[in-house]
């Protein structure tokens, strides 16, 4: 059971916007910090994908965006391509330790 | 170009040991702190631990605490993972990467391939 929670999978067609939810608790999220995405294309490492709840780091498209409210964070993907189909994770801190959610899988229609 | 290359893992008996090492090159290694991030078959991903820039702060998810000791090597470039007393639920890729902070308590902007630990009788 993962601290963060996120919906196990989400699907969407090419060229529609989906989201990705990140649940926290007031140890977490709701006690201020900040929350990352990583995107997990399928045999690859993690890589990077939002920082500091909003900020996309240089290479990552528009397409992608993050937002905090309360005990929640979002990741939103506009404009759905096929090579977004991946894994996605959120991470956050909690009692020392760095958390991530249990990862969502994205599949494109 | 930041690189991390993870070696060190491989097959082992549960209870026995096992050091892992991470090789870091393109930026100023002692300028981050650093994590090891694991992902069990078919799993997500679990941090495993973190040390800060300069050694001085360590942390450690409570499965592997009192078994698993995160250092560093700033001369080196290196940072490693010496793990005792392996348990067949330490199985897993296990992943090096970079924080964005000295102090370790950003973003993950780097990371290895990963290197794969199995543990089994």
């Known amino acids: 059971q993962s601290v963060l929670t996120q919906p196990p999978s989400v699907s969407g067609a090419p060229g529609q916007r989906v989201t990705i939810s990140c649940t926290g608790s007031?140890?977490?999220?709701?006690?201020?910090?900040?929350v990352h995405w990583y995107q997990q294309l399928p045999g690859t490492a993690p890589k990077l994908l939002i920082y500091?709840?909003?900020n996309r780091p240089s290479g990552v498209p528009d397409r992608f965006s993050g937002s905090k409210s309360g005990t929640s964070a979002s990741l939103a993907i506009t404009g759905l391509q096929a090579e977004d189909e991946a894994d996605y994770y959120c991470?956050?801190?909690?009692?020392?330790?760095?958390?991530f959610g249990g990862g969502t899988k994205l599949t494109v229609l | 170009e930041v690189q991390l290359v993870e070696s060190g893992g491989g097959s082992v008996q549960p209870g026995r040991s096992l050091r892992l090492s991470c090789a870091a090159s393109?930026?100023?290694?002692?300028?981050?702190?650093m994590h090891w991030v694991r992902q069990a078959p078919g799993k997500g991903l679990e941090w495993v631990s973190g040390?800060?820039?300069?050694?001085?702060?360590?942390g450690y998810v409570d499965s592997v605490k009192g078994r698993f000791t995160i250092s560093r090597d700033n001369a080196k470039n290196s940072l490693y993972l010496q793990m005792n007393s392996l348990r067949t639920e330490d199985t897993a890729l296990y992943y090096c990467?970079?924080?964005?902070?000295?102090?370790?308590?950003?973003?993950?902007?780097?990371w290895g391939q990963g290197n794969q630990v199995t543990v089994s009788s």
């Open positions: 990467a970079k924080d964005a902070t000295p102090g370790g308590l950003g973003e993950l902007s780097n």
């Open positions: 007031s140890s977490n999220i709701g006690a201020g910090y900040d």
């Open positions: 991470q956050s801190y909690d009692s020392s330790s760095w958390v």
């Open positions: 040390i800060s820039w300069d050694s001085g702060s360590i």
């Open positions: 500091g709840n909003s």
């Open positions: 393109g930026f100023t290694f002692d300028d981050y702190a």
